[in-house]
């Protein structure tokens, strides 16, 4: 009985992003039930001209540079995604890798002489990806334009969710996110052992290694369609109608 009621999937990201996913799973035939892990506080960046190109490696980061740079700037996101919400906030110059740090260091290749980035991140993140950048010859200026603080608890109604078996899955797209909702479930990860955790990266897999899930899936590739494919239509989705046969020629 607890199975047939499983058909709810536990969102942990922020906003944007949030939406993007809710939708995906009701197209799927899933109850998607929006848990964001995460606060986003967003730090504008004093205006800077003079800037060779950006690199965004997350949407997060769009909101505080929107007023600090020109919108024609050059800017490389980390992914398609990212990417087509920096067009969606007006930059007009974009391109992307294919989702991770390590594909954006061998996407922007050798850099010609004298050329400068802009790393616009977060508090305490993209320390490594312009250590990175610097050793393959890039002048890195790093900013941070947002903060995030981790939700500490779990409202009531995410609670009754997990402790009522109906909970199929839960979604991470951030190690922080991950550990985030593990502290917020504090003593009680017990009510994990029924659920699947799906996660973006092996990174992120690896933060939720201590928790008593089910399954821990990882996406083949950093993206959402590979993460939801993971999961797959709902059980209780109605399949589709059957092609009709075609008669065969005399």
């Not at 067009?87 to 061998?106: I, K, P, Q, Y």
């Not at 608890?153 to 009754?160: E, G």
């Not at 990174?203 to 939720?208: C, F």
């Amino acid at each position: 009985m607890a199975e047939a009621l499983a058909r709810t999937v536990l969102v942990t990201r922020p906003e944007p992003g949030l939406s993007d996913t809710r939708a995906a799973l009701e197209t799927l035939g899933w109850e998607p039930h929006l848990a964001p892990m995460l606060k986003i506080s967003s730090v504008p960046m004093h205006p800077a001209r003079h800037v060779g190109r950006v690199i965004v490696t997350s949407s997060q980061s769009l909101e505080g540079l929107r007023d600090a740079i020109p919108l024609s700037t050059p800017l490389t996101a980390v992914g398609e995604r990212t990417a087509a919400r920096a067009r969606a906030a007006g930059f007009t110059c974009v391109d992307h890798a294919a989702g991770n740090a390590a594909s954006l260091v061998r996407h922007l290749g050798q850099p010609e002489h004298g050329a400068s980035l802009l790393l616009a991140t977060g508090e305490g993140l993209g320390v490594e990806l312009a250590a990175d950048l610097r050793n393959h010859g890039w002048r890195v200026t790093r900013r941070v334009v947002y903060r995030t603080a981790a939700t500490p608890t779990l409202d009531a109604s995410t609670r009754d969710l997990l402790s009522g078996d109906r909970v199929a899955a839960v979604l991470f797209y951030s190690a922080v996110t991950a550990r985030s909702f593990l502290d917020a479930l504090g003593s009680e990860r017990a009510m994990l052992t029924r659920i699947r955790a799906l996660a973006l990266s092996s990174r992120i897999g690896d933060a939720l290694r201590d928790a008593p899930f089910a399954d821990i899936g990882v996406a083949a590739r950093p993206s959402q369609n590979a993460l939801l494919s993971l999961l797959g239509p709902s059980p209780s989705m109605p399949a589709p109608p059957a092609s009709p046969r075609r008669k065969a020629t005399p």
